[in-house]
């Protein structure tokens, strides 16, 4: 099956056997695509405004990170100098669904950037002000996608910010303490439960019901009384300072009723706090650092700007710097901490003083406290660590590492109850329950009952599969299974066991130590062996051979698993082809001790140092023809000479010597020659035998 990509990253889904050999590559470019979806950012300068109808585009492409800048979490645009005006900015392709960070640098502070997708379409871009970042959604909607600010009527139930708020319309639930100017470029009007006081902005009047509150060149400031009783200040037309209240000790504005003081409304404080209630519960209080809410704040568009500026959401502010909290508990507890990033009810809720960890889903990275480095996403991912240099994608991936480290889980409860270091899992429940480490586990279920194993390798569904009990669980090391359901019976301390082939060694009983086999299928009825290589589809029990339960075999199997060569325990060696394929003009086969093996040959091409022999007639009567039967057949009787007498007859060029110098073998062939010498010396006497015999009839 060809591979597919997904739709809104471009991550390349390799197909059923796609990519044989180079699947590893692909899954870490894989990787290393989503790590640059999740953290990525680019900076890109722009050399041209663009149009609409032919904007500058921000692609991603397919399977690389080549040509891939719209795939970046963060994207920052900048020029080399002004442009002379707006920017137009698309995202390609037009089906991808995505949500990008998107800061505006370009030179001259009226240089907008328009970012859309698809077909340009006024009513469906968006526009990033000059000096502003924005988060804006893609909705890969095609030639009429649309694309929003992801925070565009967005609810916050708390909200702490130290910049400025552009607002195209603001709406407040609660108190609002605006420390610094508030700008009011349009009317705003400001609604209580009988009274309404609105800004107009033509005539730059504030009025509340019938009395009005003035400034400018003619009234500068007035205080009236209303005619419902109500007292209203004006300062002097000819005064030259302005209005100020002080004071020396807290300041307080209350609510009187029934002419005593009721409840307090703002309150300042001498060491410079000041404090806005509700109720008389206090909703904002300004402090060293900043503003801290209590409650909801209600926001169509929210911007936080300024060096070291901070956002926590529905949790206890951070004492930490640069720290990121959206969530109930998300952040939760006092920390020194910085650069953390929490998404999510609970996310990130333990953190003291740990650093640079993402978190994001509902009970994500619960745990961490004091580690570092660490990424999560999804429910539950991570959410029992506290270790470093962990990643988890997929709900409780990764969700019980206490201090494990550098663990990457990708997949639905990958790693899940993992407590080691340095494993891999990649694909739904692989790599489960490892207490072991640097152990790689790729597919649905593979190594998914693991144990105290450390350096075990399992790719395919259901591979190294392991079981649910505790001592079959896989506790052995260096166990390697590439293929479906291979190794997928073994567990226990079994180590060093490699099959490479779908179903391959899927029998193999735990503990059970150093097989290999390579090929769909191979040595898959093997239940106990130890020791054993198969080469081929060969199961282990098929024709002229059952190795079930054997140890130290060696098996070479054709494509239908038919055995054709094996060395079995006691290193003998089978060829069963090589009986029935007989010559009557083929050369002889030769053995040596290190159980090499040769043709036989007698040209002269072959030879050098020839001479004649001088053994003959006398060493062949020096030697002594036996019968014998062999230790390993005593059932066959069978003639030959012994190696022994033949050295000590002086016949060594026809004795094979083992490895030590000791006589083994006789090379009965190349005997041939002494037996033609001792003939040739025996046709010689004969000759001259004859001769005398002539002689004697003669006389």
Known sequence: MASTYTLNNGIQLIGTGDQSGTWGDTTNVNLQLIDTALDGQVLITLSATGTSGAPNDLPITDGTAANSDGRNRLVIFNDGGDLGGNAYVRLTPSDAEKIVYIRNNLTGSTRDLVVFQGIYNASNDYIVKNGNTAIVYFDGAGSGAVAANVFDSAQ?????MTGPINAATLDLSSTLDVAGTATFTGNASFEGSTKTMAWNSASSKLAMDSAVLEWGADTRFAIYRSNTGKTYFKEDVNATYGLMFASDGPMTFANAEGGYYNQKRIETIKDGAVELYHNAVKKIETTATGVEVAGKVVATSLEIDGAGAELTLDANFPIGF???GVGLGSLNFSMTGGRNTAVGSDALSAVTDGNYNTSVGYHSGYAISGGDYNSF??????SGNSGFNNTAVGARALDAVSTGISNAAVGTHALGSCTG????G?????GQNFTGSNNVAVGQNAATYGGSGTSNVAIGNDSLFGSTLTASRINGNYNVAVGYSSLSSTGGTATRNTAIGAESLGSLIEDKDYNTALGHGAGYAITSGEKNTILGPFSGNQTRLDMRTLNNHVVLSDGDGLPVFWVDNNEDVYIPGVYSN?????????????GGMYRSTSSLRYKENIEESTHGLSE???LRSVTYTGKNNPDVVLGGLIAEEVHSAGLPEFVEYDGEGRPDALHYGNMVALCVKAIQELKTELDAANLKINELLEK
């Open 322 to 324: 640069l720290n990121v």
């Open 426 to 430: 990649v694909g739904s429940a692989a």
């Open 377 to 382: 996403l999804g429910y539950y991912a991570g």
């Open 421 to 424: 270091s340095g494993n891999v």
């Open 582 to 594: 007989t010559s009557a003009s083929a050369a002889n086969v030769y053995v040596d001790s290190t």
């Open 156 to 160: 916050f139930d708390a909200l702490t």
């Open 620 to 622: 062949v009567m020096a």
